[in-house]
């Protein structure tokens, strides 16, 4: 009976069965099945790898509409901040510095970046106290040219920022395109100032549209 059984097993194993479902239809132990399977490989039939990809395909569809769904309403809601309620003057001046100054190409980054210690200093007061940012999601990114003292430089923005160097990225150099002739030199480079946040990149886009209908 059980040379049957095994028989039968290494079968539907061959057809891509999964243990659960050879046990469904044979009834025997998960014990059974891992002594007389181990050295039979797990092949998923053909079928079976169209039924995941299509699975896999309305998952992500499903998920992308979650999406469109969650952005619209952060981005209306945030609009609405700025046409119907008094404008913080906090809450205008970092939209618009994000507007002139923010990156717009990945909408899981908040990323604004200058030299200016001062900017900075603004941007992250913004980012504190307007978007409620915590400590702990703020980074800095620096890119210097190659004569530059890297430690100085991470040191000074550090103490600018009030980041500890632990939250600030791999520092880059900078590679001039006027053969090493520079005559702006920039003495502690570029800083960035990144928070990983989605929401937050679709709440500023918000502002930053009802900001625009405004004033229109």
């Known amino acids: 009976m059980k040379i049957v059984e095994r028989q039968k ?79 913080d003057e906090l809450k205008l001046l970092g939209a618009m510095a994000y507007w002139t100054e923010g990156s717009k190409t990945r909408d899981s980054l908040v990323k604004i970046t200058n030299s200016n210690p001062d900017f900075i200093k603004f941007v992250l007061k913004w980012l504190r106290e307007i978007c409620g940012v915590s400590e702990k ?47 702006n030199k920039l003495k502690y480079g570029i800083a960035s100032i990144i928070v990983c946040d989605t929401n937050l990149f679709y709440r500023i886009m918000g502002w930053i549209e009802g900001m625009v209908e405004r004033i229109k």
């Open 137 to 183: 999601k703020l980074r800095v990114h620096l890119r210097i040219h190659g004569d530059l003292n890297k430690k100085e430089a991470e040191q000074y923005w550090s103490k600018i920022t009030g980041i500890p160097l632990n939250r600030f990225y791999k520092t880059t150099y900078k590679i001039s395109a006027s053969n090493g002739k520079r005559y």
């Open 9 to 87: 097993a290494i079968e539907l194993r061959e057809k891509g069965l999964t243990y659960s479902e050879i046990r469904q239809r044979l009834d025997i132990s998960r014990g059974s099945l891992s002594l007389w399977l181990h050295d039979i490989p797990f092949v998923l039939s053909e079928r079976r790898r169209n039924r995941r990809r299509l699975a896999s395909f309305r998952n992500s569809q499903v998920l992308h509409k979650r999406k469109i769904q969650r952005v619209s309403q952060i981005m209306r809601a945030a609009k609405e901040e700025m046409l119907n309620t008094k404008l």
